[in-house]
């Protein structure tokens, strides 16, 4: 038994539809020599990619590889620079900043919170096992000297 593939006659990569007229029914050979005519006639790399993936001769991985690496260099549309250059959340002010870090220094931690942030810190290994040495305690002690908020 064949296995067959939904090829679009005008791929996606090139603005094509799920429209079913843009579509047939073909074989995985049919559809990997459907990509690679395409390729030879048009040059379009989506085309190249379709026809190695499809025929074994690369991966799923490689293939998105291939277009992360082609995609650098590449210009953005003068569209896409300007949302790129929208603010992404509120700019807080020196002020407010100053505010919001007054507001909860010194601020109790509910038991529950306590809780919450010990489970969430269960099985993370970043900082343990790490044992400093005399000279590394020195330093460490020096840098927290005259630092109000420093651990005693």
């Known amino acids: ?14 603005g094509g539809t799920d429209d079913p007229s843009n579509l047939i029914e073909v074989t995985i050979e049919q559809h990997a020599e459907l990509h690679l005519a395409r390729y030879l006639e048009y ?20 293939i998105l590889a291939e277009k992360c690496r082609s995609m650098l260099g590449k210009q953005h549309s003068a569209e896409t620079k300007s949302k790129m250059k929208k603010p992404h959340g509120p700019k807080h002010t ?3 900043k100053a505010k ?9 931690k509910s038991p529950e919170h306590k809780a919450k942030i010990s489970a969430s810190l269960k099985g993370n290994k970043n900082g343990q ?22 651990q005693k």
């Open 94 to 96: 020196a002020s407010s």
């Open 1 to 14: 038994m064949a296995f067959t593939h939904i090829h679009h006659i005008i791929p996606k990569h090139a």
């Open 43 to 62: 040059g379009e790399r989506g085309d190249w990619w379709a026809f190695m993936g499809l025929s074994g001769q690369i991966g799923k991985e490689e």
């Open 100 to 108: 919001i870090s007054a507001a909860r220094k010194g601020k109790p």
């Open 129 to 150: 096992g790490w044992k400093p040495n005399e000279t590394q305690l020195k330093k460490l002690s020096d840098a927290m000297k005259g630092n109000k908020n420093a």
